[in-house]
């Protein structure tokens, strides 16, 4: 298995995964969701996590995120026990720290565009918000959709807000679960490419961690952590490296 930390063998770790599992007790008896992750992501750098359906792939990054806390072993936020914290401290991280894509946008219906992407910058009390949110809105090529809401907006149109709203809080790590799969090939591609552009664009070192089980999308990343059947099977460079 290729460990090989990132490029700079300085940069700080942001994750770091010791041993950890998830398992659901069930009647008919306990299921093993993942087991035995050990993974250390780096600040700055781009992982894939790659596999095929049933894998692991959402649960390990939920477990990453602090969304869900495992069942065994031990996840560090820059050194700090993570998933030892409640989920009041692990909310505050994720509000400070953190920004998500979802594969099914997760906008709000009654809200216009540039309303969803200013909303987790007003709920940190960011007085510059509805300004900062059309700045990203330009910056994903929808100022002309900002009054609308999600129904009058194309499925790519509606992962571009997504992605503005998650790059206009300035994460410091940013997590992406299946960003482009419920979307067609060419808008698929378009968002891919926006997201890396706007990577690329910041002005501070983003982490990403993407979960996907597409290969072409992967090999956009520095590395790729291959699961299967809940376990690490590879971790390798990715064609970014």
Same mark, same amino acid.
């Given at each position: ?6 490029k *700079?063998?300085?940069s700080a770790?942001?994750?770091? @995964?010791?041993g950890?599992?998830y ?8 299921l093993?969701?993942?087991?035995? %992750?050990?993974?250390? #992501? ?8 790659l596999?095929?359906s049933?894998s692991?792939? *959402?649960?390990?990054?939920?477990l990453?995120?602090g969304?869900? #806390?495992?069942?065994?072993g031990?996840?560090t ?15 505050? %991280?994720?509000?400070?720290e ?5 594969? *099914?946008?997760?906008?709000l219906?009654?809200?216009t ?13 960011? $007085?510059? @918000?509805?300004?900062? @949110? ?7 090529g ?8 999600p129904h009058?907006?194309s499925?790519?149109?509606q992962?571009?807000?997504?992605? @503005? ?5 300035q ?5 992406a679960?299946?960003p ?9 591609a $378009? #968002? ?8 690329d664009?910041?002005?501070?070192p983003?982490?990403l %961690? ?5 290969e072409a999308?992967?090999?956009r990343?520095q ?11 590879a971790i ?6």
């Amino acid at each position: 298995m290729d460990t090989t930390p990132p490029k *700079s063998e300085l940069s700080a770790v942001v994750l770091e @995964a010791q041993g950890l599992g998830y398992r659901l007790t069930q009647e008919a008896g306990e299921l093993i969701i993942l087991d035995d %992750i050990h993974l250390s #992501v780096y600040q700055g750098e781009s992982v894939a996590i790659l596999g095929p359906s049933g894998s692991g792939k *959402s649960t390990l990054l939920a477990l990453l995120a602090g969304l869900d #806390v495992p069942t065994q072993g031990q996840l560090t936020w820059r050194q700090q026990p993570f998933s030892q914290l409640d989920e009041d401290a692990r909310a505050l %991280i994720r509000a400070q720290e953190v920004g998500f894509i979802f594969q *099914s946008f997760q906008l709000l219906p009654e809200l216009t565009a540039l309303e969803n992407v200013a909303l987790p910058l007003e709920l940190r009390g960011e $007085k510059q @918000a509805l300004h900062l @949110a059309r700045q990203q809105l330009e910056q994903v090529g929808l100022a002309a959709r900002a009054q609308h809401r999600p129904h009058q907006m194309s499925g790519g149109e509606q992962q571009r807000v997504a992605i @503005a709203r998650a790059f206009a809080a300035q994460p410091q790590v940013l997590f992406a679960d299946e960003p482009t799969g419920n979307l067609d090939g060419d808008n698929g591609a $378009k #968002v891919a490419d926006l997201l890396f552009a706007l990577n690329d664009q910041t002005h501070q070192p983003l982490t990403l %961690i993407l979960v996907t089980h597409d290969e072409a999308l992967a090999q956009r990343c520095q590395r790729i952590v291959r699961l299967k059947s809940g376990r690490i099977a590879a971790i390798e460079a990715g064609g970014a490296a």
